[in-house]
């Protein structure tokens, strides 16, 4: 044996992290593909990096010193099961699984469960960066055991991407934890999409700028306080011209998003788990609109086509920027509060202030606003969200008049803007001295008896509907 680190699942991801691991001092990497020919490409291209290719998976096993610690990066679901199998049949107590597949947190829950029995460690990594970012250094969100940590740690952070001389890689949480914030991570990167998007859509619109200009306006904010790798792609985006028609490209392509699927993964277990996250909701649902082609023609076939938005004030652009930058901050407080719901449900203990730093570099939400993050989660690490952290409050009352603004113009003028309104509709609802749930409540009582709660003194109470109306006491106070 002579690899302290095995690489199975030699595609794109795979076959970068392999190369990324044996640039590093100290690391030799096995190499092993269920078709061998993806081994032999990869040597022939790399050897140099000291790769150790294996033809078998016994071969694969054979050549890990102990601990054995092996990476997957094979297709998640049924793939990873598969090749999880089989290092589970050759592999010790002791021995490491390394699954950094994009596997649904609940997966990862159980197969850590299964190979414990065995006393195989099992790591599940949630991995950003795509195959760039496996190549040049990742933000890496690795849950397992503190064990696991021990021998991985060291190898995962001489990978992993820096960002202000810290590398972006932390141990999450037990079992599924990595796994579930890299699920949410997307999540929020659909979220920032849909609103970078939203912002491009206002000033095209309503604001009349022409995509070059466009261009050079996200250049300028990613010069501010809005600097991100989204921001930035964004603008290299509208600068393309397309070869075949000389025009922008953005206006070839057709508007229809796809989607892999976590984001819908992120909404399913907010839902389940009681956490409103309507950035990440109406970003998976504008993609979800967006791809009905046909119902978009039907309602398109009566109503004609829109009119032509009132012309707006030089402001406006700046407007729009405001209103980016707090829908921006409602988008991740939601993501911040979902990884809060996750580690109280499935017991995990997670540092967020850890989190925002690993996710400042390497992956696709990197930005320089997760610096305010990382200090608002430092200065008050059980702040009830980050919308009540002073720094981000006061940003966002700065932007306030400018974000309604834009949201009464947007609905004036016919222009949707789902992730910019619902963020200001829930900034409005935790903001709020009081709210209808108050008459909710009242109506759940009479058509259910399902009871309420008084603000004037404490117990559960009832009101005889379909009798005489009179209050009576469902369950006395037990204070
Ligand atoms: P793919 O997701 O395209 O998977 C191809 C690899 O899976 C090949 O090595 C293939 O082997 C192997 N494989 C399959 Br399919 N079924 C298998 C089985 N039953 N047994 C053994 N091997 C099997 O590769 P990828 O795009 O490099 O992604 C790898 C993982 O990383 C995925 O889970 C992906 O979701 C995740 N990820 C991807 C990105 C990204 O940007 N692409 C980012 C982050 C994470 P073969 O060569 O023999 O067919």
Not at 79 to 107: K, M
Not at 389 to 394: C, E, G, R, V
Not at 422 to 443: C, H, K, M, V
């Amino acid at each position: 044996p002579q690899a302290n680190i095995g690489v199975i699942g030699l595609a794109v991801m795979g076959s970068n992290l392999a190369r990324n691991l044996a640039s590093r001092e100290g690391n030799t990497v096995a190499v092993y593909n269920r078709t061998y020919a993806r081994t032999s490409d990869l040597i022939d291209q790399h050897g140099h990096l000291g790769l150790v290719p294996a033809e078998t998976i016994d071969d694969f096993v054979g050549s890990l010193t102990r601990p054995r610690t092996a990476i997957i990066m094979v297709q998640a679901g049924a793939g990873t099961d598969a090749v999880i199998d089989q290092l589970a049949e050759r592999f010790e107590p002791g021995d490491i699984i390394v699954d950094g597949g994009n596997a649904n947190f609940t997966d990862t829950i159980r197969r850590e469960k299964q190979l414990r029995a065995k006393d195989i460690n099992f790591v599940g990594i949630g991995i950003s960066g795509g195959e760039e970012g496996a190549l040049n250094g990742p933000s890496l969100m690795p849950g397992g055991s503190d064990e696991a940590w021990q021998t991985l740690g060291p190898i995962l952070t001489s990978i992993a991407a820096v960002a202000d001389g810290e590398p972006c890689v932390t141990h999450v949480g037990h079992d599924g934890a990595g796994h579930f914030v890299k699920m949410v991570h997307n999540g929020i990167e659909y979220a920032d999409m849909q609103l970078i998007a939203e912002a491009y859509d206002l000033m095209r619109r309503i604001g009349g700028s022409d995509t070059r200009e466009l261009a050079d306006i996200f250049t300028t904010w990613n010069q501010g306080d809005l600097e991100s790798y989204l921001i930035e792609i964004t603008a290299e985006v509208l600068k393309q011209t397309d070869a075949e028609t000389g025009r922008p490209l953005v206006d070839v392509i057709a508007d229809q998003a796809g989607s892999k699927g976590t984001g819908v993964w992120t909404v399913q277990n907010a839902v389940g788990l009681g956490t409103p996250v309507s950035g990440i909701g109406e970003a998976v649902f504008a993609r979800a609109v967006s791809s009905r082609k046909a119902q978009r023609a039907a309602v398109q076939a009566i109503t004609g086509p829109r009119p032509e938005p009132a012309p707006v004030p030089d402001s406006f652009h700046d407007d729009v920027r405001a209103a980016l930058y707090a829908s921006k901050v409602v988008a991740y407080a939601q993501g911040f509060d979902l990884i809060v719901a996750g580690a109280q449900q499935y017991g995990w203990d997670v540092d967020l202030s850890a989190i925002a730093k690993i996710w400042r570099g390497g992956c696709i939400i990197r930005a320089r606003f997760l610096n305010r993050i990382v200090d608002a989660y430092q200065n008050t690490p059980t702040l009830q969200t980050l919308l009540a952290d002073p720094y981000f409050a006061q940003a966002i009352a700065g932007g306030e008049a400018a974000w309604r603004r834009i949201v009464g113009t947007a609905v004036a003028s016919g222009v949707p803007v789902p992730g910019f309104s619902s963020a200001l509709a829930y900034y409005d609802t935790l903001t709020a001295d009081r709210l209808p749930a108050a008459l909710i409540q009242g109506q759940r009582d009479y058509f259910g008896a399902h009871t309420y709660q008084r603000i004037d003194k404490p117990g559960t109470f009832h009101t005889l509907w379909s009798g005489d109306r009179t209050e009576i006491i469902a369950t006395p106070s037990t204070h």
